[in-house]
């Protein structure tokens, strides 16, 4: 019995200690999906935190593009005050300016004791966490724009640069940029002319940039509102960069490759992966918080078309530069070997006549060998197995089309690969690695699950290969058997269902015997009670009746429990339309006296206008429920006398009638509640294993129905769905 505790309770702080390692992450983005930066943003955190399988995030859309003012802000909150309610995460991660204010400012009622990482804003302000008294909470990565730095290398590239227009519009987030492009044209230089836009529509500015000015640039730093407060879409505005006719540098990765020349830009990509890395040292504790740190991943990086079209280069003073969309001739690809060939030409003639009969061999043979090779790659994708080839290091050599579509994964990805090289870019890899780093048998079953909870088994087979190379490697053939073990699994089932039904065959066979042999006494005892009655005078006729009568009521009822329970014990051979209720009170009767000696107060309801004729074996069905009346007695046994209730209801839903048997014992373990079904499986002491196993094996495999268990206040639950007078239909 000790043994027993120690295990149950060793299963129990299992459970525990790893819901208390998963890690609950909340994302406040400032803006809707679809916004191309945040969405950057949230894919590169999500994408890190995918091989963390015990972090769980969520995320909510705050759209402040479109709306930002106090009443939404209010709006806003009273929504997340019902959403978050009773939700407890581990740290709060929020996106740009609007989120990271409405967190501070509404953190003592929306959360309890979580961290708070701030990503996407320029300027940090100590007093408003101070003034929420939120200093030890708040981390963040200060994303400066390198607004001076952007219009130094502008001027490299424009040695003759007169005037830059600064575009950035009427947003909040502007706003904070705005004090620091004021202080940089203070700074700039006296022939430089700066012309500071913000007021404009998106027409406004094409029209003003339409025409190209010699020595004239532009420097975009955002614009997604104009003065109207017209919201416009990133490739909206990235349509109207590509018309402009003046050169556009921008502060960030947004518009490259859709307009922008280029510049020392923030990637929207290092941004989401650094703040992903920061979160996930904060969850591990790993770092001293409160923790503010400085982006520093800038790129310099410019789009060659674009400086071709321009007319501008890059300087050599400036390094560490990056180019896209660089195109490359013909004679730069080839240059070295064109000037070989016209050195070598009148050799490669001699060359060319001498190997002309060779090559011709070769291509003959190559010929042959292709057709081999197409008829092997053929036969391999013709095989519905998934299949691949690893060398002795463990490289992928080659695979079948069937392992690619299992891994999710295309051939140019897999060739030449080790397989954990490939663990975090596929799902199905990584499980593949698990099992066999845990199973280090050749031929084994594995059982592969998807994240939409389908599974498929799997028998996988590996063999070792030589090569004409003398190179060793492994073979491995993954042979579908779901269908096949599905099939194993129902045959053990309907195994379990004939002995079980075999065994209450014979019982019925002994207790027909047994009853037969009751019975004839019965008789006798009802007789002598007769003859005793009448043979009397009239005076003890007058004493003795009430006995005499009370003797013929019990020995008539042990006859009538007798018939019963020989009823109820013999297997139905056919399925027949029986009333449910009827049913119920049969199987109460032959233990209604084992109920009433026990104190067990039992309650029927049922539905008023209820239909409550099935499709089946009723005898089965006494079985079953009688399973669960016995394991309901058992537990209300634990409660006082005066506190012991079973309730049975019946009820109709879509066609379906609805059985509900409800106790108010001490209910099942919550460790347990997913396996009381399970053959052999058992909480009581001496207890088999296969009551509610035979139970749901009647249920469903017997009946076309369904049984499950349920949260309960209190005591036990449980359901079972039948269909009504349709021998075809299964729920």
């Known amino acids: 019995m000790k043994v027993i505790l120690v295990f149950i309770c060793l299963i129990y702080y299992s459970g525990q200690l790893f819901a208390q390692n998963t890690k609950n992450v909340l994302i406040l983005n400032s803006y809707h999906k679809g916004f191309e ?11 890190l935190f995918y091989n963390k399988q015990n972090i769980n995030l969520s995320v909510l859309y705050m759209n402040s593009r479109h709306i930002y003012t106090k009443e939404y802000q209010k709006k806003l909150y009273d929504l997340y005050e019902i959403q978050l309610q009773n939700k407890t995460y581990d740290l709060i991660i929020t996106i740009d300016r609007f989120a990271y204010k409405f967190a501070v400012k509404n953190y003592n009622n929306l959360f309890k004791n979580e961290q708070i990482l701030f990503v996407g804003i320029e300027e940090y302000s100590k007093e408003l966490a101070k003034v929420y008294q939120l200093t030890k909470k708040i981390n963040g990565i200060i994303q400066k724009l390198a607004i001076k730095d952007n219009i130094e290398i502008i001027s490299k590239l424009m040695p003759n640069l007169e005037k830059l227009y600064i575009l950035n519009d ?3 987030n502007a706003n904070d940029s705005s004090r620091f492009i004021i202080k940089v044209m203070r700074q700039k230089k006296e022939n430089l002319q700066i012309e500071y836009l913000r007021d404009y529509t998106l027409k406004e500015l094409q029209d003003y940039f339409k025409v190209y000015k010699k020595n004239q640039a532009i420097l975009f730093v955002r614009f997604s509102i104009d003065l109207n407060g017209e919201y416009y879409q990133t490739n909206e505005v990235a349509n109207a960069i590509k018309e402009f006719s003046l050169p556009v540098f921008a502060m960030d990765s947004l518009f490259l490759g859709k307009g922008i020349v280029g510049g020392k830009l923030v990637s929207t990509d290092k941004l989401g992966t650094q703040t992903a890395k920061f979160a996930i040292d904060l969850l591990n504790n790993k770092l001293k918080t409160p923790l503010i740190k400085n982006y520093n991943s800038y790129q310099n990086v410019f789009d060659q078309e674009l400086l071709t079209k ?16 660089t195109p490359e001739s013909f004679f730069d690809k080839y240059r070295t070997l064109i000037n070989n060939v ?9 060359i060319i006549f001498g190997l002309a009969e060779s090559l011709y061999a070769k291509q003959q043979a190559t010929r042959k060998l292709q057709q081999r090779l197409d008829f092997d790659y053929a036969l391999l994708n013709a095989i519905d197995s998934p299949i691949f080839w690893q060398d002795k290091n463990g490289k992928i050599i080659d695979m079948n089309k069937k392992f690619c579509q299992l891994v999710n994964l295309k051939y140019r990805d897999l060739i030449g690969k080790n397989l954990y090289y490939l663990q975090e870019q596929s799902y199905i890899i990584n499980k593949i690695i698990t099992f066999f780093d845990t199973n280090f048998e050749k031929n084994v079953n594995f059982t592969l699950g998807d994240r939409k909870g389908r599974k498929k088994i799997y028998y996988i087979k590996q063999t070792s290969f030589e090569s004409q190379s003398r190179e060793n490697g492994i073979v491995t053939i993954f042979t579908d058997i779901t269908k096949e073990k599905k099939l194993e699994q129902a045959r053990e089932k309907e195994i379990q269902y004939l002995i079980q039904q075999s065994k209450m065959a014979e019982i019925g066979d002994i207790f027909s015997s047994i009853a037969h042999q009751w019975k004839s006494p019965l008789v006798s005892i009802t007789s002598l009670a007769q ?3 009448y043979s009397q005078d009239t005076s003890g006729k007058e004493e003795n ?8 009521l019990q020995a008539n009822y042990m006859a009538d429990t007798i018939n019963d329970f020989q009823d109820f014990i013999i297997p139905s051979k056919e399925k027949t339309i029986f009333n449910v209720h009827d049913t119920i009170k049969n199987m109460l009767n032959i233990v209604q006296h084992n109920m009433k000696y026990n104190y067990i107060n039992i309650i029927i309801t049922v539905e008023k206008d209820l239909n409550l004729n099935i499709y089946g074996y009723e005898n089965e069905l006494m079985q079953a429920m009688l399973n669960i009346i016995n394991n309901a007695k058992d537990a209300l046994l634990h409660n006082n006398e005066k506190n012991r209730n079973l309730s049975i209801e019946l009820k109709n839903k879509y066609n379906v009638l609805v059985v509900d048997i409800i106790d108010n014992g001490p209910g099942i373990n919550k460790e347990n509640k997913n396996k009381i079904f399970e053959q052999y499986f058992s909480t009581k002491e001496k207890g088999h294993g296969i009551g509610l196993y035979m139970t749901r094996l009647i249920i469903q495999d017997k009946l076309n129905g369904k049984i499950f268990y349920k949260k309960s206040i209190k005591g036990s639950h449980f359901r079972i769905l039948l269909h009504q007078d349709n021998p075809k239909e299964t729920i």
Not at 37 to 43: C, E, G, L, P, Y
Not at 310 to 325: A, D, M, Q, W
Not at 545 to 552: L, Q
């Open 37 to 47: 930066f945040s969405d950057t943003v949230i894919k590169n955190i999500e994408e």
């Open 170 to 172: 009427r947003s909040p």
């Open 310 to 325: 321009f007319h501008l280069s890059v300087p050599k003073t400036l390094r560490g530069f990056e180019l896209i969309n």
């Open 342 to 350: 016209f050195l070598a030409t009148p050799l490669l003639l001699i």
């Open 531 to 533: 003859d005793m009655f």
């Open 545 to 552: 009746s009430y006995h005499i009568k009370n003797i013929m």
